[in-house]
């Protein structure tokens, strides 16, 4: 039975640069990169391509010894130019020069009614071989699904609440018949119940409020309302041992697509967004596309931060990187490397901030866009506790002793107190909002591979 679920804990951080709803033609993107960092978990990657290889989109690049059957597919066809690898030998990026005219691997095509009557093993093998697996990601741990576990359930967010979040009606507009598909398919990898998170105070796009097969439920409040996380604890709560597995809805569009089309499809539209472009827009690209043509010539200055994916969970990145494999937004801030003497105690209309003693004046002109960057405005100093988490936390967990049990590698207080229910964009805020400056997501990730690997 479907719930409207409404949060009042949270924080929306109203920032300038939001994309301009139209989709805007850029110069193509000649290089794209698959990074073995985007995966969590992966500690064993074995490569499959050597410099100067050919492939076509589909054709496996690499592979997690841990786990051989899931596949790391070319997004592009084209030749593989870099093989590139840091410290101790550690490999960084798979990097294609893209051809003109994208060439793929060809797969089995399904229709609904071979989707039905096929076994879940021959559903899996496809998968896993194309590409399209690692698109679902198990909690707890935020890891990529294991083909031999069998979820309780699978759980989709339909909206994004981070800062200058996408507008999914133009980054899925036409996918009616692959988000189906997907859907069909995903029901048949666990006896639970498809889920599918919307947003009760917006319009969805066509193709998911017109779903069959999946539960939907809707969430109203600020941000982190759209974590797929805090829809899971207020929908069907994750207990130890037991496990379920999330989708991002492009993760079930490319599921769709490859069942419909039988090829391993990586096309993707992204928002370029931020105060320091230009031209703040959508542009069609695919998977682990190169930033430099978004970039270049389209910054207001050079001292800059570029972010792939949001400013609260993204990846800084270098003016010639590459998109993350999760990601479909690039944004674009003013670096903060700079000293402000007192910044700290001054109020101030133009600072955004959580705490009405430094951002009061903010809290006047809730509507305003402000222009951020990356100064912490404070160094690291003792954890203080504030009980700040507790106010942007919308989930029955209590934050501030969940994070002193992570610093005491206390087990058994950590299970207690649901770290099997979170991951890193679920404690942004608490990060962003910290007085005591603590990187609480790198935190958070020492102690799930505490457990993880105990």
Not at 92 to 103: F, N, Q, V
Not at 117 to 138: C, F, H, N, Y
């Amino acid at each position: 039975m479907s719930k409207l679920v409404k949060l009042k804990k949270g924080f929306d951080i109203n920032l300038a640069g939001k994309a301009e709803k139209k989709v805007e033609s850029f110069p193509t993107v000649k290089t794209f990169a698959i990074k073995p960092t985007d995966f969590l978990g992966m500690e064993r990657p074995k490569v499959l391509v050597k410099e100067g290889d050919t492939v076509k989109a589909g054709t496996p690049l690499l592979f997690d010894k841990k786990m051989e059957k899931v596949q790391f597919v070319a997004p592009v066809s084209g030749e593989v130019v870099e093989v590139k690898r840091g410290e101790k030998r550690k490999l960084l990026e798979i990097k294609i020069l893209a051809d003109s005219e994208i060439e793929f691997e060809s797969f089995e095509k399904l229709s609904a009614a071979d989707i039905q009557s096929a076994s879940r093993e021959k559903l899996i093998d496809q998968m896993t071989l194309s590409g399209v697996w690692p698109q679902l990601i198990q909690r707890p741990f935020g890891v990529i699904a294991n083909p031999a576990d069998e979820p309780r359930a699978i759980f989709i967010s339909g909206f994004d609440s981070h800062p200058l979040a996408p507008d999914y009606e133009i980054l899925f507009k036409g996918q009616e018949q692959a988000f189906q598909t997907g859907i069909d398919v995903l029901k048949r990898l666990t006896k639970g119940k498809v889920f599918l998170g919307l947003n009760a105070e917006g319009t969805a796009p066509a193709a998911f409020t017109n779903v069959k097969g999946a539960e939907i439920n809707k969430f109203s409040g600020p941000h982190p309302a759209g974590n797929v996380g805090v829809q899971i604890h207020h929908i069907d709560p994750i207990n130890k041992g037991e496990i379920v597995w999330t989708v991002s809805p492009y993760g079930v569009i490319q599921i769709g697509k490859l069942f419909l089309k039988g090829v391993y499809d990586a096309s993707k539209v992204v928002a370029l967004t931020g105060s320091e472009l230009k031209k703040a827009a959508y542009t069609n690209t695919y998977l682990g596309a190169c930033v430099d043509t978004f970039v270049a010539g389209n910054t207001k200055s050079d001292n800059l931060r570029i972010i792939s994916g949001n400013v609260l969970t993204g990846s800084k990145i270098n003016p010639d990187g590459y998109m993350g494999y999760y990601d479909h937004q690039i944004t674009v801030i003013p670096e903060g490397d700079y000293e402000e003497f007192l910044g700290w105690l001054k109020p101030s209309a133009k600072k955004l901030s959580f705490h009405k003693a430094i951002g009061m004046l903010s809290f006047l002109s809730r509507d305003k866009e402000y222009v951020v960057d990356t100064n912490t405005h404070g160094e690291e100093r003792p954890f203080v506790i504030s009980g700040s988490f507790e106010k942007v936390m919308p989930m029955d967990i209590l934050p501030t002793y969940l994070f002193k049990a992570i610093h005491a590698n206390d087990y058994d207080e950590m299970e207690e107190l649901g770290i099997y229910e979170l991951v890193e964009e679920d404690v942004a805020l608490c990060e962003f909002i910290d007085p005591s400056k603590n990187e609480i997501q790198a935190l958070l990730r020492s102690g799930i591979e505490l457990l993880m690997y105990s």
